[in-house]
């Protein structure tokens, strides 16, 4: 009987599909998935459609990606972070974050390598890692404030590792790295000479006074760190998966040999509209902050209404709730019953962990608030419940 590869043995359906199942059979409010339940911009959206009727954008782009979307990455970079990328050979578009995230490691780890990966972290990391045959090293961000320990940190890189994945705004926990923290890691790569795959797409997701630094612009770092980011979130248009990575031309060379032989080429029509989207004033990215500050506020105020507790997310749309205070059990189970019991879908986040690790967060599940702020508003209501 022909069997699969040892290689996806391990490589269970991710819990999304369960909760979605689960959600949808409960009727519940389903904050699982990161998924906005609200549309892309209009303006961006009619972009995609000239593309698409133009005629001129129907057949493959070139592998790299269409010198628009390239110039329109290098622009933002230097826009946002003072970065001076080469459009032409420092940029490489992709099909979304998860695709940039697997070329990069493809491109720039051999089997056998160690690569640094930051608990929680987001799912598709360690099976890249298992699939380029190389090694995860864990390091855990501590709740409730989710931050690194530095000797944690530096034990890790005596392991000799080749890559450290860094994942700022950070997904699942809300934690954006500071300028401290990053100059930490920053230290330690340029000692052990270890190269980082920055996923940075939640960017532009910021709270307060949170700000985003690419390790990237730390001194020393352009050399050996590569950018990927999305269309996904900064554009509310996760379907589409556009991505891209960007960085030093050497470095941007094995993504893009790695690149040419996973997907060769993305949807072409798309790339036009990203190119447009990318471009948006300042006025844009400002309008899209007030907008989830208000989904926070909300999400807040919902788990306020339901006794769990948090740290205040500082980027992207997910919060770490600990429902310690009114819920007895796993994760796993707390999230069945509010599912099934309350009517509010979320995530147990053992799936962000080497399963060794998994009692980190044994208290807390995560929420995302990227929905209507009207759902959001129910979730307070039902949340509510969970006092009584
Ligand atoms: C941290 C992180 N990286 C990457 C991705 C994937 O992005 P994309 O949809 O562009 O592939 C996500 C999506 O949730 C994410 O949270």
């Known amino acids: 009987m022909p069997t699969s590869a040892h290689r996806v043995a391990t490589f269970g359906t991710t819990i999304f599909t369960e909760i979605n199942m689960l959600a ?3 009727n519940a409010l389903n904050l699982g998935q990161g998924k906005p339940d609200f549309d892309a911009p209009p303006d961006v959206i009619m972009h995609m459609v000239q593309a698409l009727q133009d005629g001129q954008h129907n057949q493959y782009a070139p592998g790299p990606g269409t010198p628009s979307l390239r110039r329109a990455v290098a622009d933002h970079a230097a826009r946002f972070y003072s970065l001076d990328i080469d459009a032409a050979r420092g940029v490489i578009v992709t099909a979304g974050a998860t695709e940039g995230i697997f ?23 360690v099976p890249n890692i298992i699939m380029a045959n190389a090694i995860p090293l864990y390091v855990p961000l501590h709740p409730p404030t989710w931050t690194l320990d530095a000797d944690e940190l530096r034990a890790a890189f005596e392991q000799k590792p080749r890559v450290l994945i860094l994942n700022t705004p950070h997904n699942p926990s809300g934690h954006v790295f500071t300028h401290e923290e990053l100059t930490l890691i920053a230290e330690l790569c340029i000692e052990h000479d270890v190269t980082v795959i920055a996923d ?7 709270f307060d006074n949170a700000q985003h630094i690419p390790i990237a612009s730390l001194p020393g770092m352009f050399e050996r760190t590569v950018t990927v980011s999305s269309a996904g979130k900064m554009f509310s248009a996760t379907g589409w998966k556009v991505g891209w990575v960007y960085g030093h031309p050497d470095l941007i060379e094995g ?15 798309a790339q036009e509209a990203v190119a447009y989207a990318l471009s948006l004033p300042d006025a844009y990215f400002k309008d899209f902050q007030a907008m989830y500050a208000t989904k926070r506020e909300l999400m807040m105020a919902a788990l306020d209404s339901g006794g769990l507790t948090y740290t205040a997310p500082e980027g992207t749309y997910f919060i770490m709730a600990n429902y310690s205070d009114v819920f007895d059990g796993t994760p796993v189970e707390c999230t069945r019953y509010l599912t099934k019991e309350i009517g509010v ?10 399963p060794e690790h998994a009692h980190i967060a044994q208290d807390y599940v995560r929420f995302a608030f990227c929905k209507s702020d009207d759902m959001l508003r129910e979730v307070k209501g039902r949340l509510g419940r969970l006092r009584k």
Do not use: M
């Open 24 to 26: 949808q059979q409960y």
């Open 103 to 125: 070329a990069a490691i493809l491109g720039l780890v051999d089997p056998g390598d160690k690569v640094i990966t930051i608990e929680p972290f987001y799912d598709s990391y």
């Open 200 to 206: 940075e797409v939640y960017e532009h997701l910021l």
């Open 255 to 269: 993504v893009a040999r790695a690149h040419q032989f996973i997907t060769f080429a993305v949807h072409h029509p």
């Open 345 to 354: 879908a979320c995530i147990p986040p053992e799936t962000f962990y080497a």
